[in-house]
C-alpha cells in the first residue's frame, strides 16, 4: 500500500496484525521532511575529545596578592598611580603536564601556604607527591616549552620580572551585587520635575509585536563585579626586594587582598605566534 493512501483505519489495521514496528524500520523507506519527523531524532553521544581551552601564555608568571594603591614619585618629579602587589609563601612548582602525559604543555604553580586541615586528602596527597607544602591556591600556566621547569622549583618575582617591563594581570573585580541600568551601563537618568514619573527607570527595553521579545544581550539591571578581568600591557614601575612587593603602574582588578595572576605581557608576533 503507498505511503500517500495510508490511512488511520488501515494502519490500525497493520499494527494488530503486524508484528509490534517502530517508524525506524523499513515499513516507511524515505519518508520525506514532513512525515513523521519527529520519530527519526536520533540521541547518538558525539566522541568525547580533550579540548584545552586555556591560552598559551607568554612565559611563566607568578601569583600575588593586592596590598593597595599609592603614589610613586618618579626621579624627575612625576607622579605615577601604582598598585602594590605583596607575594606570600609560595609560587612554587607543583607539577610540570607535557604532552606526551597530559596532551599540552603547562606548569602548575601553588601560592599562599596554609594550614593542612584547610585542605582535602586529595589536595594534600597531590602536593605531597611533588615534595611541597601545602598552599591554598593551585594554577595552571600553559607554556610553548616546560623543560627547563621541575617539581618543587620556586619562582622568584625578580628573577622572571624585571623593572619597566609589560605585564598582564587577572584578578576578580570587586563584587557591587545587584545593580540597575544606571550605575552598571551608565544610563541617563529622566527628568526629576515637570510631571515626570520616570526618573531612573530603565524606558523600553524592545518593539512591539515584531520581534515580541526582547533580544539576547540587552543592556538591563543585574549582577555587577565579581567576575574575571584581565588588564593587559601595564607596566612594572618598582620592585622592592626587601619588602618583596612590585609596584605596577595603574589600577589591578579586586580590592586588597584579592588573588592576581601576572604573566609577561602577549605581544603577537614577539613573544606569541600569530597563528
Do not use: W
Amino acid at each position: 500500500m503507498p505511503i500517500a493512501t495510508l490511512s488511520l483505519h488501515s494502519l490500525g489495521y497493520c499494527c494488530q496484525k503486524a508484528p509490534p514496528f517502530s517508524f525506524k524500520s523499513s515499513f516507511l523507506s524515505k519518508p520525506t521532511k514532513t512525515q513523521f519527523s519527529f520519530a527519526f531524532k536520533t540521541t547518538e553521544k558525539r566522541p568525547f575529545s580533550h579540548i584545552v581551552s586555556m591560552s598559551m601564555e607568554a612565559g611563566i608568571g607568578v601569583m600575588g596578592t593586592k596590598l593597595g594603591m599609592m603614589s610613586f614619585f618618579e626621579t624627575d618629579g612625576t607622579v605615577v598611580p601604582v598598585t602594590v602587589v605583596g607575594f606570600r609563601e609560595g609560587n612554587i612548582v607543583t607539577q610540570v603536564k607535557t604532552s606526551a602525559t597530559d596532551g599540552y604543555d603547562a606548569v602548575q604553580v601553588g601560592y599562599r601556604r596554609v594550614r593542612d586541615k584547610k585542605l582535602t586528602k586529595p589536595e594534600l596527597g597531590h602536593l605531597g607527591k611533588a615534595g611541597v607544602i601545602p598552599m591554598r591556591h593551585l594554577q595552571e600556566f600553559r607554556l610553548q616549552s616546560v623543560g627547563e621547569f621541575e617539581t618543587g622549583q620556586k619562582l622568584a618575582v625578580e628573577e622572571i620580572f624585571k623593572e619597566g617591563d609589560l605585564v598582564d594581570v587577572s584578578g576578580t573585580t570587586i563584587g557591587k551585587g545587584f545593580q540597575g541600568g544606571i550605575k552598571r551601563h551608565n544610563f541617563k537618568r529622566g527628568q526629576m520635575s515637570h510631571g515626570s514619573k520616570s526618573h531612573r527607570a530603565l524606558g523600553s527595553i524592545g518593539a512591539g509585536t515584531t520581534p515580541g521579545r526582547v533580544y539576547k544581550g540587552k543592556k538591563m539591571p543585574g549582577r555587577m563585579g565579581g567576575s574575571k578581568r584581565k588588564i593587559r600591557k601595564l607596566k612594572i614601575v618598582k620592585i622592592d626586594n626587601e619588602l618583596r612587593v612590585v609596584m605596577i603602574k595603574g589600577a589591578l582588578p579586586g580590592k586588597p587582598g584579592n588573588l592576581l595572576r601576572i604573566t609577561p605581557a602577549k605581544i603577537v608576533g614577539k613573544n606569541i605566534p600569530k597563528s
